[in-house]
């Protein structure tokens, strides 16, 4: 059973820079596309970033040239780096594997709080 848990939210000044960390256990790291997602209030969750081993990462419109997500194989670990937030950038950030193969196979971490003040 695959855990994802995820750190790194808080509060923080639009402009400013907050990095999230997934940690992945439970199974073989480089098989799952790995993603963060966003539930932003009162708005359904939307993929921010996602990025698969060895491929391109793909971001929404709204984060690209300030995300930046990584995978790190070694560490089983997931980063996405958050420069020049913006207030519409709070919301809960969600860590999320699918495995390669298996699409039906995926889950979710149990999110991490990130608020941007203007």
């Known amino acids: 059973q695959v855990r994802l848990v995820e750190s790194g939210g808080g509060l923080v000044q639009a402009g400013g820079s907050l990095r999230l960390s997934c940690g992945f256990s439970g199974s073989i790291f480089y098989i799952y596309h790995l993603a963060w997602y966003r539930r932003a209030p009162e708005k359904q969750r939307e993929l921010v970033a996602i990025?698969?081993?060895?491929?391109?990462?793909d971001y929404s419109d709204s984060v690209k040239g300030r995300f930046t997500i990584s995978r790190d194989n070694a560490k089983h670990t997931v980063y996405l780096q958050m420069n020049s937030l913006k207030p519409e950038d709070t919301g809960i950030y969600y860590c999320y594997a699918r495995h390669y193969v298996r699409a039906n196979e995926d889950y979710w971490g149990q999110g991490t709080q990130v608020t941007v003040s203007s």
């Open positions: 990025v698969s081993n060895g491929g391109t990462p």
